[in-house]
């Protein structure tokens, strides 16, 4: 928990100046893979709520990172996709991931890395599936 907390401190000050929280980067880096994407689409990725999804799309509009338009598949829906602006910040964000896993393994040898790597792997299924094996 303590290994996570600082990992998210240390991620919260490299996005603050770009104008980004912890978990806005998850949606610009999968924006910037996909092109675009509904809302429901990024609510099932992410594994949250639609509303959540429409506050944090909301947010990343109004800082001027992302842009909804009509979907020409389905007049209900929008299409969620990166500006210019969310795009370089997209880029910015792929840095800093970086650095933060350069920071994360520094120290370790390449095996200790590996393993640590495999073994939160392990950690985060079992508590994606909420069952020990």
């Not at 429901?40 to 909301?58: H, N, S």
């Not at 996709?81 to 933060?100: F, I, K, P, R, Y």
Request: hydrophobic fraction near 45%; proline fraction near 6%.
């Amino acid at each position: 928990m303590s290994a996570a907390r600082a990992h998210r401190r240390r991620a919260a000050a490299a996005l603050a100046p770009l104008g980004l929280h912890p978990g806005q980067e998850l949606l610009l880096s999968i924006l910037a893979k996909r092109g675009s994407a509904t809302q429901v689409q990024l609510a099932r990725i992410l594994g949250v709520e639609p509303p959540t999804i429409a506050k944090m799309v909301g947010r990343l509009e109004a800082a001027g990172f992302a842009e909804r338009t009509p979907d020409p598949r389905d007049a209900r829906a929008k299409l969620v996709s990166l500006t210019d602006q969310g795009a370089d910040a997209a880029a910015h964000v792929t840095a800093v991931w970086t650095e933060l896993s350069a920071l994360t393994h520094a120290g370790l040898t390449p095996d200790e890395a590996e393993q640590l790597t495999r073994l939160l792997a392990r950690v985060t299924d079992r508590l994606e599936r909420g069952a020990p094996d």
